[in-house]
């Protein structure tokens, strides 16, 4: 594990209540508009979906942090799924975004960016980019995203749509996340947004002292679990149970 920094944070994350994060599959890749999303010109007022969002999906669920709520209010939910499913994009359920792939539902984004604890300094790891939305969420609140994405075609069309909406502090990176980014760890938070069946060892390993780890466990269904990295080890806690995509690469072995 390289680099020296450290940096030691208390946990602040809010009250979170049950909830399921159901990962709805679809073999066939939708279509993508230019810009990863619907255009300014529909008529759709994507503010008032923004905030109906915030208050009867994520606040009425108990998020509090209001950092992570004023970012979920800020990034643009509809500009990162496929154009044909942009007026759900603030519906309360995952949507699919090709290759067997999808986004997560948005109170389960703000859950786990809460759980995340990131403040403005941090670098942080995201592993599974996916559509691009939760790095967006992230590049609103830490100084720097490194995100894997495992499928290239995933990781090109978020990097396309990042850059498009001005999030030029997310590197995507296309390869296997399971063993993380050692070339940039230690990091201020590591999240994971697909399932695999045990931990990979190499995450723990390139946490900072101080900082969670953020990752769904186990098989068909999963717990949502914390570990934190402390002077004397590793804590953990489980904070709900959840459904995502399975990881694959190595974690599949």
């Known amino acids: 594990m390289q680099g020296l920094r450290r940096e030691t944070r208390s946990s602040r994350s809010g009250p979170i209540r049950m909830a399921i994060a159901l990962a709805i599959v679809l073999c066939a890749a939708p279509g993508w508009a230019d810009q990863g999303g619907a255009g300014d010109d529909e008529p759709r007022n994507w503010k008032i979906m923004r905030d109906r969002m ?32 942009a007026n759900q994009a603030y519906e309360d359920h995952p949507l699919p975004i ?48 490194f995100s894997i994405e495992i499928i290239e075609t995933l990781a090109r069309q978020a990097k396309k749509v990042l850059a498009a909406n001005g999030y030029e502090n997310v590197q995507v990176i296309v390869g296997d996340g399971y063993a993380g980014l050692p070339e940039e760890a230690p990091f ?52 709900m149970p959840v459904r995502f995509v399975p990881m694959t690469g190595k974690a599949e072995e």
């Not at 994520?58 to 990162?80: C, D, K, S």
């Not at 703000?110 to 969420?137: F, I, N, W």
């Not at 060892?201 to 990295?229: D, K, M, N, S, Y």
Request: aromatic share 4%; net charge negative.
């Open 188 to 239: 201020d938070g590591i999240i994971v947004t697909a399932a695999p069946g045990k931990v990979p060892p190499p995450l723990l390993e390139q946490l900072a002292i101080g900082a969670h780890l953020v990752i769904p466990v186990g098989e068909a269904w999963q717990e949502l679990r914390v570990f934190t990295r402390t002077e004397s080890g590793l804590e953990s806690k489980t904070l």
């Open 54 to 85: 915030l208050e009867r999906q994520i606040e009425a669920r108990g998020i509090r942090n209001p950092r992570v709520l004023a970012a979920m209010r800020r990034v643009e939910r509809h500009r990162f799924v496929p154009d044909s499913l």
């Open 98 to 145: 090709g290759e067997q792939q999808t986004i997560s539902q948005p109170f389960i984004v703000a859950a786990m960016t809460e759980a995340l604890d990131p403040q403005p300094g941090d670098r942080v790891l995201e592993v599974g980019t996916g559509s691009g939305y939760q790095a967006a969420v992230l590049a609103e609140l830490v100084e720097q995203v």
